[in-house]
């Protein structure tokens, strides 16, 4: 089967929100970070010309720049976000820290439906195993599609990095563990799908990290 994910770079940090879909064309948005109409509308497009129906959306974490969409998504497609419950600390603050960058923050949809470690979200036929994985973010979670060998890791893992943990709820020894006991027991064709840049494997990762040797 071949992977059904689109990928978007949006908004001045370059977040990558992810759309993934099955031959239903039932799909999940994950961390919209549209910030401008054309950013929106690129969205938008993508899925009215792919036939596409969005079902759920999903936060990996609730830093400001991953959620900075999440009220267009919501209100456009009727959805609500799904995130980690130890994420509320980032929705609490969304405006205060949205105002430091200079991403204005309208209107935020307060989460009600929690996901956590070793939940499924279906979407279609296909469906994503939940990981917790904090470290970089109290409430981070990774999506696992075992049937289609990757994983979407946002600011948990990336290619030849790692989030960093010097942000609030940060802590380099629990994100260390969340890599290497949850993401590196996952096969190493896996690939890895980040919240920021190119995409890249599990076993490159294990073998050529820096930060991670």
């Known amino acids: 089967m071949n992977k059904k994910i689109k990928s978007f770079v949006f908004n001045s940090f370059g977040v990558n929100t992810y759309i993934v879909y099955d031959n239903s064309g039932k799909c999940l948005i994950i961390d919209p970070a549209c910030q401008t109409m054309e950013e929106e509308t690129a969205l938008i497009q993508y899925i009215a010309a792919n036939n596409l129906s969005p079902i759920g959306m999903v936060n990996t974490h609730f830093h400001i720049d991953h959620i900075v969409g999440n009220t267009f998504v919501c209100n456009k497609f009727n959805l609500k976000p799904q995130c980690h419950k130890e994420s509320k600390l980032f929705w609490r603050t969304a405006a205060e820290f949205g105002s430091v960058f200079g991403i204005k923050v309208e209107n935020l949809i307060v989460p009600t439906d929690f996901i956590e470690e070793g939940d499924t979200i279906p979407f279609g036929d296909a469906a994503f195993a939940v990981l917790y994985t904090p470290g970089h973010a109290d409430g981070s979670i990774c999506l696992v599609n075992h049937a289609e060998r990757y994983v979407i890791t946002g600011d948990v893992l990336f290619r030849d990095s790692i989030g960093r943990s010097d942000l ?29 840049g190119p995409s890249t494997t599990i076993g490159y990762e294990k073998q050529n990290n820096p930060f991670l040797r």
């Open 168 to 196: 609030p709820t940060g802590n380099f020894d629990i994100l260390y563990q969340s890599i290497t006991q949850k993401l590196f027991t996952l096969p190493e064709d896996y690939t890895v799908y980040p919240g920021h």
